[in-house]
């Protein structure tokens, strides 16, 4: 019981040198680069041109929000990204390097919550780094770190069931975060919640992204959405699948909810509002 109490203790305040040493290893550049890229669906009776000409670099550190209606390609683009689907054309690097299958380094955050229901919070998160082996203590260490980001650290011994769809999608981002990606790729990650849970999780990412410095590429039906998180939006039209236009957004770096109220965003609101009727 003594060790045990002993052990916690150091659990639960990890030294600013491991926090460091683990901090070290998160902090890599993550530029992808999207050159001609193409998808075909094809079966025996049909052909389907999802993908077609695109071209995208995604610089280190960026954040960067896809928009475009319905079946345009969104989530095929991002698949294409994670590796968890193929490409017929082109291809796609990251810090050089093709993707041709999933990687730790790319992390994933779909809408729905895709928590392990039989782990707790805290197991959650320490799963990618307990399947690479990493030992009990520094998983620890990193499931603190990454509790106290997602402020969640009192429901480290929660299950999935007992948290609200906001809380599940905060262990879903920890969860990516803890496998040290150097990208992030969201897909529709605040879709499902309510309009003022989906407000306080914005704000939430852009401040796990300015300290976690990995390079976000997030898809997002929801106009302001992309606007409020994004240093740069692609629009994307149907038929098949392609960039329309890119806008590189001018609000302060810094986004309180006041920016909402700007000038220029509400400009920006109105010509993406504009593009995407057509
Ligand atoms: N496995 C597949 N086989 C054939 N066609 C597919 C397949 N997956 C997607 N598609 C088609 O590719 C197109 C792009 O789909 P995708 O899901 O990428 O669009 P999206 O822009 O993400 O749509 P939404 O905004 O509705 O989620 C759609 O027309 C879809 O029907």
């Known amino acids: 019981m003594e060790t045990a109490k002993k052990q916690e203790a ?47 670099r995604i610089g280190s550190n960026e954040f960067v929000t896809i928009v475009g209606p319905s079946g345009c390609g969104k989530s095929t ?35 729905g919550y895709t928590l392990f229901p039989w782990l707790t919070v805290r197991e959650n998160i320490e799963y990618g780094p307990k399947l690479k082996g990493i ?15 997602i402020k969640l650290e009192k429901f480290a011994s929660a299950y999935p069931k007992q948290l609200s769809g906001g809380m599940k999608q905060r262990v879903a981002i920890a969860r990516a975060l803890a496998n040290r990606p150097k990208v992030l790729l969201m897909d529709e990650p605040f879709g499902a919640l309510d309009a ?45 699948g392609r960039i329309l236009k890119t806008f590189h957004v001018k609000l302060p770096a810094q986004r309180t909810p006041e920016v909402r109220e700007m000038p220029a965003f509400l400009a920006l609101r109105r010509e993406l509002g504009q593009l995407l009727k057509h």
Do not use: C
């Open 10 to 56: 150091v659990y639960t305040e990890p030294s600013d040198s491991a926090i460091g040493a683990f901090r070290a290893g998160t902090t890599n550049s993550g530029e992808i680069v999207i050159s001609g890229l193409g998808k075909v669906y094809a079966s025996k009776k049909s052909r389907f041109e999802a993908l077609a000409d695109i071209d995208l």
């Open 77 to 111: 683009l991002l698949r294409i990204v994670a590796g968890l689907d193929e490409l017929t054309d082109g291809s796609v690097t990251l810090d050089g390097d093709e993707v041709v299958g999933p990687g730790a380094e790319r992390g994933m955050v779909f809408q």
């Open 196 to 240: 003022q849970t989906k407000l306080e999780m914005q704000e939430m990412l852009l401040e796990v992204w300015e300290k976690e410095k990995t390079t976000v590429l997030f898809i997002t039906h929801d106009i302001e959405e992309a606007i409020f998180l994004s240093q740069r939006i692609v629009v994307m039209g149907a038929n098949p």
């Open 135 to 149: 030992s009990t203590l520094e998983r620890r260490t990193i499931s603190n770190h990454f509790l106290k980001v």
